[in-house]
């Protein structure tokens, strides 16, 4: 009853896959932490080429996961915030699927134990009947 | 942003790790509870082996089903399980992550770490890189011939 209307969406591998790559999560990090930033300053950090930093942010803004806009001669970039919520979307189902599992789980192990135990006694006792 | 793509969970069982280990890795114990209230799951698979592919097919109270698969890429018990996860969504697998989980024996029962990263760490992805290709592909035929070329 939990999951299925809420399966994440079908663009999420895209914004995943945006994101699984070291230098785009660093770029993404730095944008989360210090909101807009200019192409210069994204490259700064990283001792790859621009044109390559170039490529990674063409990545992130098709997976929707930053925007771009020039103010003035400068390009600038910042995240989408749309892109954040659909990532803790799809951990938040995550975690729902989880507790709910990890709770009839317990439940399982519990009514084991107790049969168990039943086994155990019922045992015992015919050791003592012996 | 890290934080944002990682789920941790962590909870303490009366049960020893052996039993927890098994609950994962014996599908006749883990159609017992996998999935939320009232979920059964009639189509399972575990091949519990290292690039052994798993999947399962929960179907709701409401006649609604999902199907979630992946491959096994660590097994070390009763410590250690490592595995991938995707839901189908529609038919496509849909996004692959990684979930691993730690059992630790602590007074009265082990204490379970959950953790899944929406992506593979790369230390599984070094490890795993050679037979990352054949080992997807025999997942992809795999699926197939599970659910007749149609997921549920």
Known sequence: ?130 | MSEDTTLRMERIFAATPEQLFSAWTNADQLVRWWGPEGATTPKHDLDVREGGAWITTMRHEDGSENTVSGVYRLIDPPRRLVFTWAWHNDGPRGHESEVALDFEPVDGGTRMVLVQKTFQSAEMCDRHSMGWTSSFNDLARHVESLTGGTAA
């Open chain 1, 1 to 130: 009853m939990i999951m299925q209307h809420d399966i994440p969406a079908p663009d999420l591998p895209a914004l995943f896959g945006a994101l699984a790559d070291p230098h785009r999560l660093a770029i993404v990090e730095a944008l989360a932490a210090e909101g807009e930033k200019t192409v210069g300053e994204l490259c700064a950090p990283f001792e790859i080429s621009a044109p390559a930093i170039s490529r990674h942010l063409a990545v992130l803004e098709s997976a929707g996961v930053i925007e771009r806009r020039v103010d003035r001669q400068w390009r600038v970039c910042r995240i989408r915030p749309d892109a954040l919520t659909a990532v803790e979307g799809w951990v938040e189902t995550q975690r729902r699927f989880w507790n709910a599992s990890l709770d009839r789980l317990e439940r399982m192990l519990a009514e084991d134990a107790g049969t168990n135990a039943t086994v155990a006694k019922s045992n015992n006792d015919k050791e003592k009947k012996r």
